[in-house]
């Protein structure tokens, strides 16, 4: 099971520690969702799904002050009796001394949050979702070609990281070569990265590493990108008959999403990179609703109709 470690929620959602005194070094977070406890501080712990971040905003914070103290300090110890990852006080709530003193006898942390509780939660679901999505590392080049994310695959050596390098030069950004980490994170969203330690640099055989970013700048790279288009390229093979029109879109899978993708055979004087480009481009086009294949198709049997009207 994917997990994130606790301190680097809190690092990322810019947390205030309210229990310094609990190490939370060796707490992980499993769940993407955030449950806010209104139920639970009601008495009902049925169906509790105490593996999340429980959030305690406004509503549930005027609720515990209308308790008496020996109210609270049974929800209190009720609720921190659960293995919980953490709980968060938004708006900048205090929590008080009562449920701070339990929390640490429990071993629970507690944080404070500046920001609203919706906020908080969609921006903490948000983050999560991502971090705990299926994942896995694939052999091929990400490249952000006007706003489509293009995972170039093909066998090594073919030519993908020269397509890339091309690409770049002609204004489009490098997400990652050689190695695609994708994550899934919802059924119809892909999004791949590069792994840390090759992050912005390019493999060209004959030459060596580049690093992109030192020699274009920070407009030609980019940190993760949502994947739209499979290019696959392979040699060309003058035995097999390849799509001449691209009426009926071929897919691919990865991690269960299905993936337009085009196979490009190679032959010397191909220009990889403009293929490419004119590839989003046409992808972009047809999410638009216009098919030139179709448009073709149509403006043929018309052509058709009049030469048969004619007879």
Known sequence: MESVKLSTFVKKMNLVNLTPQIDISKIRVTQSDVNRPALQLSGYYDH???????????????????????????NFELLLSYEIPCVVFSRDLEPGEEFLKCAREKGIPVFNSSKTTSAFMAEAIRWLNVQLAPCI?????????????????????????????????????????????????????????????????????????????????????????GINLVIKLEEWDREKEYDRMGIEDEYTEILGNKLVCHSIPIRPGRNLAIICELAAVNYRQKQMGYNAAQELTRRLQQSLMAEKEEE
Do not use: W
């Open 48 to 74: 509790f799904d105490h593996e999340r971040i429980q959030v305690i905003g406004f509503v549930e914070y005027t609720f515990l002050e209308k308790m008496s103290s020996e109210d609270k300090l049974k």
């Open 137 to 225: 590392s694939i052999h091929g080049v990400l490249v952000d070609v006007y706003g489509e994310g293009l995972l170039i695959m093909g066998e090594s050596g073919i030519g993908k990281s020269e397509a890339a390098l091309e690409l770049v030069k002609r204004g489009h950004r490098l997400v990652s070569d050689d190695v695609v980490e994708i994550r899934r994170v919802s059924d119809d969203t892909l999004i791949g990265c590069a792994p840390n330690m090759t992050k912005h640099f390019i493999e060209l055989r004959g030459v060596g590493i580049v690093d992109i970013k030192a020699l274009y700048g920070v407009q030609s790279v980019k940190e993760t990108q």
